[in-house]
């Protein structure tokens, strides 16, 4: 089996090219800003629900049980943070065992609530 001759010149290349990536990858990486979500973005998501239910006509069983199961769902999410005051409905709510708590770090609670 003949091997091809490489050239000194793509060995002196190969180290200069891979500190570069490296350089970039390490360098070019955007830094994690923390997102504020406050009331009034809330009460814009609900304003948002509202529209949606307007404009596709929902019957008022079936608005009621949106807006019931998106509020749940984001107070659950709020109850795994140590800030929120309120507790989880899995203990008042029959036949619901609460959500799997997000356990990732980098988990932005408000910003996942907002329904």
Known sequence: MCFPKIS???YIKTPALLAL??????HCQNQLELIEI???DFHLAQDELTAVMVNDI???????????????AACEILAQTKDYPYSSYASVLKDF?????????????KLSSST
């Open 58 to 72: 929902f019957s008022p069983l079936m608005a009621s049980s949106v807006y019931a199961y998106s509020n749940i």
């Open 21 to 26: 990536i490296l350089f970039l990858f390490v």
């Open 8 to 10: 000194e010149k793509i």
């Open 97 to 109: 065992n609460g959500i799997i708590p997000a356990i990732d770090s980098l988990v932005n609670h």
């Open 38 to 40: 406050s009331a009034e």
